[in-house]
Structures are given as structure tokens and as C-alpha cells.
């Protein structure tokens, strides 16, 4: 495989029209001494020649039709490979959801964010196959970590609907005895977000496995909103494409931020649609984060209605067209953070 092959947009163009190409795995050397491999179709690990204490995976495309973070994230690989960039970390590149970029939907059968920590096992299409890939993928890089390495996943994605606060970050869950990061609220402000969410229970996405079954710091990035791809406004996504940069190409890249200059929201309802005739009760275009008065009906299915149980209780990815049994609604309430590791 020559370089010239892979740069330019390449890698994401044959991941996705000619997946025969990474049949077999490959890898080899750049100029710089980074060492490249490819482990199967919209995968890629790249390496320093020199080893350092930060392992980082840069995820998009679980859902086919987020496009911005897939156009940065193979900027981001070309800049690599054609050594415009000088890699500093270990760093795992993956294109998740192949054919459902190459139709501009979500997902072709399943919504793959909902596969992960072994949900895949309950299924057999394609989706479900890439779904388990994935955790293997992620499973072997973060093993050859050191004790006391860091070891962080950003699961880049853009979200259906129009939001109050443009870019946000969903918190997964902690089930050990870490607190959250402040060193990753500095990071994850740097690029442009303000608006955290931070999840009560376990889930099935790709950040929370990582977080949970790799101990990593791992974080589901909302930059924006769906667009197809050539259409979106890259200025929108200039800090997060710089600070994203600079993770990966600086030794310790660590801007700081206040707490107080954040918004921090807890996930107070997790809202399934249990029946076919499931409805929400406020316009298709609500944006994310439009807060409604305690008692307010915000859903209904037979035999139930969901109300704010809050003053200001907020919405967040609703969608009633979701398969039954999956989450057709969350909704947040301001919060604080009394305790964060370094």
C-alpha cells in the first residue's frame, strides 16, 4: 500500500466504496518514524516513533449521517500521513458506520450506539458485527497501555435537531471510584463546548464501553447539528478541529477551564418508547435543552404520561420514532460537580 493511496481522502473513500481493499491487515512507516496500520476497513492506528503516555481514539460516523466530525477526522489522518502533522500519542482513527455514510442515513438496520457493551449479541446484521469489531478494536489499543497511562476516547457525533447549546457532551457513567476529569472539562471547553451531561446509569454507546470495560476517559461529543456531507459550515467546528489538533500533536496539551464557566446538567429521566403509539407532546422542531415547567406533559404512550418532574427540566435527543424499547427522550437538570480528579 503506498502513501499516496491512503492521503487526500483516500482511506475514507476505499473504506467505504472498496472495503476489499483492507481484507488483509497492513501496516507500515512514514518518513517520520510513526508506524501505520490498518486492521480492517475505517480503521487505522497510528503510532509515534517515540512512546508517550496518552493513547487516544477519535470515533465518528457511529451514525452514518453525522458528517462533520467524519470530514475532520480524515483532515485530520491526511494532515498524518502526508506529515503535515507530527503525531505525539498513540492514536486509534475510526469510521464506524461504513454503508450507512455512503446512504446519508443514520444507520442502515440498527442504531449502532445502541450496540455496544455486548448489546451487539442480541443481533446479527451488519451493524451488530461492526458493533463487536469495534470493541475489539478498542479493547486490544487500550491494552497496550502502561499502568497509569491516560487513556481517552472522544465518540465525535452531531445531533438531529437544532440545540439551545449548540455543542454538548454527554458524561458516561462512573461505576468505579473515579470522579469526572477537570483536566477533560478544560479539553472538551477548549472545543467549543459548554453544556455537560452527566449520565446516571450505565447505557449501550461507545463512550460508556470504553469507559466502563477500558477504564478510559471516554466522552460523547455533540458538535453540531446533522448536515450532508460538503455542506456543512467548518467554521462552526474551528475549535473543535484545532484543540483536537493540538491533543495529538503536542506533548501535554491542557487548556484549563472554571467550573463556573460551564453549564452541568444531570440526566433526571430516561424515557423509552414502549408502544407504537408513542407521541411527544411539543413541535418536531423544539430544539435540545428547551426547559418546560414542572407537570408539563412532555410524552404520552398508552396507559402513561410523562411529565417534568422539575421546574426548568429540559429535553435532550428526542426522537418518537426510535425502535420500541429504546430511549425516545432524556431529560436534564442543572447540576454541580462537588468532586473532579485531576
Partial sequence: ???????????????????????????????????????????IVLEPAEASNKHIVLSCGVHGNETAPIEICSDILDAILTGALSLKHRLLLIFGNLPAMNIGERFVEENMNRLFSGAHQHGNNAECQRAK???????????????????????????????????????????DEREHSAKQFGFLAACGVN?????????TTFSYFSTATCKARGFTVELGKVRPFGQNDMS?????????????????????????QLLVYRVN??????FADFKLHFDDDTPNFTDFKRGDVLASEPGCD?????????????????????RALLTVVPTTVEKLDV
Avoid: C
Fill in 195 to 203: 453544556t455537560f451531561l452527566l449520565s446516571s446509569a450505565p447505557t
Fill in 236 to 260: 462552526r467546528f474551528a475549535a473543535a478541529r484545532a484543540s483536537l489538533t493540538s491533543l495529538i500533536s503536542e506533548v501535554d496539551f491542557a487548556p484549563q477551564a472554571t467550573m463556573q
Fill in 133 to 175: 469489531l469495534l470493541e475489539e478494536t478498542v479493547i486490544s489499543f487500550f491494552s497496550q497501555a502502561g499502568a497509569g497511562d491516560e487513556k481517552l476516547h472522544y465518540d465525535l457525533h452531531t445531533a438531529i435537531r437544532d440545540s439551545k447549546n449548540e455543542k454538548f457532551v454527554v458524561m458516561p457513567y462512573l461505576d
Fill in 269 to 274: 429521566q430516561v424515557i423509552n418508547r414502549n
Fill in 306 to 326: 410523562y411529565v417534568a418532574e422539575h421546574e426548568g427540566e429540559a429535553i435532550v435527543f428526542p426522537n418518537a420514532h426510535v425502535a420500541l424499547g429504546q
Fill in 1 to 43: 500500500m503506498e502513501l499516496s493511496d491512503l492521503a487526500n481522502g483516500q482511506f475514507l473513500h476505499l473504506s467505504r466504496y472498496h472495503p476489499e481493499t483492507f481484507a488483509d491487515a497492513t501496516q507500515w512507516s512514514l518518513p517520520s518514524g510513526a508506524n501505520v496500520s490498518v486492521t480492517a476497513p475505517g480503521i
